[in-house]
């Protein structure tokens, strides 16, 4: 195929996260197959949230407001935030529903080889956040890969100076159900580590 437009549209979609050159061939077709049906209201939806959706100046969560709706939402506990990478990541924890408290999004984790150091991402802004809003708990809520367990170091270290600040992380090892002979050496050995007295 060497239509050019055609061709650019797969480009595009095959850029997206998780998606390869035959994905966006089907997904493409698809579109320009039923431009009535999926196409234009696809275009549409894409144009309303360019113009309407903005990140939350408080927590970096996406939303048609800033402060977000969870930042502004009164029931929740102010004084924990639990920190996570990335957008994904907070929506999984709404998705579950169990976490009550605040949020604040890092916009990644540190990454030498990436150029992503403590200025790329919103280490100042957390702690102006901690510090004007009196919170008592920090939850690190970050990805178990080296980046993330780096990134918690980093952060655990710039928070040990302010007092009374707890400051926890998501417990790591063994899954519900899951079988030990199933397990990695790494997963096996968290889970050792962070063992717990039960009697």
């Given at each position: 195929m060497h239509n050019s437009e055609i061709d650019k549209i797969i480009n595009?979609?095959?850029?997206?996260?998780?998606?390869?050159?035959?994905?966006?061939?089907?997904?493409?077709?698809?579109?320009?197959?039923?431009?009535?049906?999926?196409?234009?209201?696809?275009?549409?939806?894409?144009?309303?949230?360019?113009?309407?959706?903005?990140?939350?100046?408080?927590?970096?969560?996406?939303?048609?407001?800033?402060?977000?709706?969870?930042?502004?939402?009164?029931?929740?506990?102010?004084?924990?935030?639990?920190?996570?990478?990335?957008?994904?990541?907070?929506?999984?924890?709404e998705r579950i529903g169990f976490y009550k408290g605040m949020?604040?999004?890092l916009g990644g984790s540190l990454s030498a080889i990436n150029g992503i150091g403590t200025n790329e991402l919103t280490i100042k802004k957390l702690i102006e956040r901690i510090k004007n809003q009196k919170v008592q708990e920090v939850v690190l809520a970050l990805s178990t890969t080296i980046e993330g367990q780096i990134t918690s170091h980093v952060i655990a270290d710039k928070l040990e100076s302010l007092n009374s600040l707890e400051v926890t992380r998501l417990a790591q090892g063994v899954p519900i159900g899951g079988e030990v002979h199933y397990l990695d050496e790494n997963t096996l050995n968290a889970a050792f580590q962070s063992r717990k007295k039960i009697v």
């Open positions: 595009e979609i095959s850029k997206l996260p998780g998606l390869g050159r035959r994905s966006a061939q089907r997904i493409a077709l698809y579109l320009l197959k039923n431009k009535e049906k999926a196409l234009l209201p696809l275009l549409q939806s894409l144009q309303k949230a360019n113009q309407k959706i903005m990140d939350c100046d408080t927590c970096g969560n996406i939303d048609t407001i800033s402060p977000c709706s969870l930042c502004q939402n009164t029931k929740r506990d102010l004084q924990t935030i639990c920190i996570v990478e990335d957008v994904s990541d907070l929506w999984t924890f949020y604040h999004v």
